[in-house]
Structures are given as C-alpha cells and as structure tokens.
C-alpha cells in the first residue's frame, strides 16, 4: 500500500449508537473532533507508524483499528 492512499471509513450504526452518542452528548466540540478522526483514518497508513493506532482484527484486506484521539480544543484523550 502507499502512503499517499486514501482510505474509505465505515462506522457502523452500532457504534453510532453505543459510542458516538454519548461523546456527542457530552462534548459540543464532538462533530469538529470526529472530522479530524475520519481525516485520520483515511490515512491510516501514515499513523500506522505511530503507537496511537493498533490493528486489532484483520481479515482479508479489511482491518479494525484501535487508535487514541483527543477531544478538539481539550487535552482530553481516549
């Protein structure tokens, strides 16, 4: 793969639920903070070289990815 691909990100509706939800609820910053995740991860390959992201299952040329992220204008991290 090059480094200079750009990738499509999946989130599913469960994740929307269950995970994004709550930090919508909580952080007014959330859709600004979630823009920069998506710009992340459609360069994955470039933060792969980083420890802030880490396969956690692969299969085939999918993948599913654990990475932290700050919270947009905090120095919160998850």
């Known amino acids: 793969m090059s480094i200079n691909s750009y990738y499509i990100v999946l989130v599913s509706e469960y994740a929307k639920k269950h995970f994004m939800k709550s930090f ?9 903070t979630f823009t920069e995740i998506e710009n992340m991860l459609s360069r994955i390959d470039m933060f792969l070289l980083s420890s802030k992201i880490n396969k956690i299952h692969i299969c085939d040329t999918w993948y599913i990815a654990k990475c932290e992220f700050r919270i947009v204008w905090s120095n919160l991290y998850y």
């Open 24 to 32: 919508e609820k909580k952080y007014n910053v959330w859709n600004n």
